[in-house]
C-alpha cells in the first residue's frame, strides 16, 4: 500500500523553463512534507520542505505547494538548470514520528 | 566535513551467502536509519534506531534481515541467508532527535544477489 505516490517516474524539461514535479499521499495523518533530490550513485539530501500549516515554501528558485484538500504537493524548480538533472522523492512524516514514507520517485532531465 | 559512510559501496554474492552491510553515522547524530531502494516501490524504511534502540523494524522481513548497533559509530545490517529479491541499494542514513527533515544518507550499498 503506497501512502506516498510519485504517477510520474519521469520527466523531461527544457533549460531556462519551470520544472512541475507532482506527489500525492493517501494518509491524513501525514503532517510534515520533504523533497529529497538524488544523484546517481549518492544517497538523497533534503532539499525543501512544508509543515501541513502552510500552503506554501519558497527556498530560490524551489518552491512547495500543499494541498491539502486534494492530498496533494508539487515542487516547482524555476528557471530549471542542468544540474537538477536528479531522482527526486517526495517524502512525509506523521506528527510525532521520525519515520519518513517515501514516494517512489520522480527522474528529472533538464534538456540544455 | 561530516558525512555518513557506509561500506562495502557494492557487492555481489550467491544466493544463500550472508551479507553484512556497516554504517558509520555522523558523529553526534542519535537516530539511524536503514533503507531500501527498488523501482516499485522507491525508498522503503527497514527499521531505525534512536539512542543505539532499534525503535522500529517492522519494514524488514524478520526471518533473515537483522540490524544491530553495536555502539554509537556502528550500524550493521544482516542478511541471511541472501536472496535473488533482496538484490536492491541500501543507504544508511543518520539525524537528531526531533528533526526529520535533516536525515543525512549515505552513498548507499549496491547490492546484486545472484
Known amino acids: 500500500d503506497q501512502q506516498v505516490k510519485q504517477n510520474s517516474p519521469s520527466l523531461s524539461v527544457q533549460e531556462g523553463r519551470i520544472s512541475i514535479l507532482n506527489c500525492d499521499y493517501t494518509?491524513?495523518?501525514?503532517?510534515?512534507f520533504l523533497w529529497y533530490k538524488k544523484y546517481p550513485a549518492e544517497g538523497p539530501t533534503f532539499l525543501i520542505s512544508i509543515s501541513s500549516i502552510k500552503d506554501k515554501n519558497e527556498d530560490g528558485r524551489f518552491t512547495v505547494f500543499l494541498n491539502k484538500s486534494a492530498k496533494h504537493l508539487s515542487l516547482h524548480i524555476v528557471p530549471s538548470q542542468p544540474g537538477d538533472s536528479a531522482v527526486y522523492f517526495c517524502a512525509a512524516r506523521i506528527f510525532g514520528n521520525e519515520k519518513l514514507t517515501f514516494g517512489t520517485g520522480t527522474r528529472l532531465t533538464i534538456i540544455p | 566535513d561530516a558525512r555518513v559512510t557506509q561500506t562495502p559501496r557494492d557487492k555481489v554474492t550467491e544466493m544463500g551467502q550472508e551479507v553484512t552491510m556497516r554504517c558509520q553515522p555522523i558523529l553526534g547524530h542519535n537516530t539511524v536509519f536503514w533503507y531500501r531502494q527498488t523501482m516499485m516501490q522507491g525508498l522503503e524504511l527497514l527499521a531505525y534506531?534512536?539512542?543505539?534502540?532499534?525503535?522500529?523494524d517492522s519494514g524488514m522481513p524478520k526471518d533473515r534481515f537483522s540490524a544491530e548497533m553495536p555502539d554509537a559509530t556502528l550500524a550493521t545490517l544482516k542478511i541471511q541467508p541472501s536472496e535473488p529479491r533482496d538484490s536492491a541499494v541500501y543507504f544508511c542514513a543518520s539525524g537528531l532527535d526531533g528533526r526529520p527533515y535533516e536525515q543525512y544518507f549515505g552513498p548507499g550499498t549496491r547490492l546484486t544477489v545472484t
Open positions: 494518509n491524513s495523518m501525514f503532517d510534515y
Open positions: 534506531f534512536r539512542n543505539r534502540a532499534p525503535l522500529d
